[in-house]
């Protein structure tokens, strides 16, 4: 197990290697520039069980690991990954409460985490180096719970932001007018932003329950607002799921496979959704009875555009340095 269990270690996920003793041993960094990750909802209680989980809950713990692997790999050639665990609600009884409780749930301990262990990140193992912020789902709610409470008071700390890929949550004009320090992304190369969106096929059967009124998104293809369809050839490549493990399909010699012309893109500003029509909605691993409405394609926000956000990550690390 890659992850650290304790906020207090706080370690990179993907530079880390066991002792014999159950501790963790550092690799030295191997990038100019960082990564912060924190995973989606993966804390399931048991029944009678609390409604947030322990920051080492083995559950959470096991699919935060396959969430890694599908979501923040794409960012492994770009830079160093650090990866802590936090406190989490269960995602089934989050959902079912009014949105106001949902913030204040939120609000408290994996936000409160969440927080804490960037804070640890930056005094013991960024040294100073530039950074990515990455999140999806719940952890990109505490990412922009993050970027609002700690960098408005951080500059020096903001000024070293590259971007901020802040995935499957809406991003609204209403927080920004808050927090009038942040930006949002408006083109492939720009720095210091926030980046977010949300995918759905053309046809929802019901309501998205993660996104939020007002959503603004960015298309993950060309990286701008336009709402034009770009077609799934100019997508840098999309991912498979091994249907056993969760895990990105790979190649005969270990390395991510990458598939072309899987998905388009159009951002629908209306909905503040990005539609992908190239793909079947109706059909497993895009739907799931008893998940996500059908063409709700939450969990493929990353593997579908796989490719073409490491792309980007990559070109907004060369911009930052560039000065641009």
């Given at each position: 197990?890659?992850?650290?269990?304790?906020?207090?270690?706080?370690?990179?996920?993907?530079?880390?290697?066991?002792?014999?003793?159950?501790?963790?041993?550092?690799?030295?960094?191997?990038?100019?520039?960082?990564?912060?990750?924190?995973?989606?909802s993966e804390y399931e209680r048991a029944p009678g069980g609390p409604l947030i989980g322990r920051?080492?809950?083995?559950?959470?713990?096991?699919?935060?690991?396959?969430?890694?692997?599908?979501?923040?790999?794409?960012?492994?050639?770009?830079?160093?990954?650090?990866?802590?665990?936090?406190?989490?609600?269960?995602?089934?009884?989050?959902?079912?409460?009014?949105?106001?409780?949902?913030?204040?749930?939120?609000?408290?301990?994996?936000?409160?985490?969440?927080?804490?262990?960037?804070?640890?990140?930056?005094?013991?193992?960024?040294?100073?180096?530039?950074?990515?912020?990455?999140?999806h789902s719940l952890g990109s709610?505490?990412?922009?719970?993050?970027?609002?409470?700690?960098?408005?008071?951080?500059?020096?700390?903001?000024?070293r932001m590259v971007a901020a890929y802040v995935v499957g949550y809406s991003i609204t004009p209403s927080y920004l007018a808050k927090h009038p320090f942040l930006k949002f992304a408006k083109g492939p190369g720009d720095t210091g932003v926030i980046a977010s969106w949300n995918i759905e096929a053309p046809t929802v059967d019901g309501t998205n329950p993660?996104?939020?009124?007002?959503?603004?998104?960015?298309?993950?293809?060309?990286?701008?607002?336009?709402?034009?369809?770009?077609?799934?050839?100019k997508n840098a490549g999309s991912i498979e799921l091994d249907p056993a493990t969760g895990n990105p399909v790979l190649t005969a010699n270990g390395k991510i496979k990458r598939f072309l012309n899987v998905a388009d893109a159009r951002v629908d500003a209306a909905k503040g959704v990005v539609i992908c029509s190239t793909i079947d909605p109706a059909v497993s691993p895009y739907f799931t009875p008893g998940g996500f409405p059908m063409g709700v394609l939450h969990g493929f926000d990353y593997p579908l555009y796989f490719f073409s956000v490491r792309a980007n990550a990559a070109n907004r690390v060369a911009h930052y340095f560039a000065g641009d």
């Open positions: 197990m890659r992850f650290v269990s304790k906020l207090a270690h706080l370690a990179k996920i993907a530079d880390i290697l066991p002792t014999r003793r159950g501790g963790t041993a550092a690799r030295p960094c191997t990038q100019q520039h960082d990564v912060f990750y924190l995973y989606p920051v080492d809950d083995p559950g959470m713990m096991q699919r935060a690991a396959v969430a890694f692997q599908r979501q923040a790999t794409a960012f492994r050639t770009v830079a160093n990954i650090y990866a802590p665990y936090y406190r989490q609600a269960d995602a089934a009884a989050r959902a079912a409460m009014p949105q106001k409780e949902q913030v204040k749930v939120v609000a408290g301990a994996p936000t409160i985490d969440g927080i804490a262990a960037f804070k640890c990140f930056i005094k013991h193992f960024n040294d100073g180096r530039p950074f990515i912020l990455v999140g709610n505490v990412m922009a719970n993050l970027l609002a409470e700690y960098m408005g008071a951080h500059p020096r700390v903001y000024r993660v996104i939020l009124p007002e959503g603004i998104a960015i298309n993950p293809i060309t990286w701008t607002r336009k709402q034009t369809t770009v077609p799934a050839a």
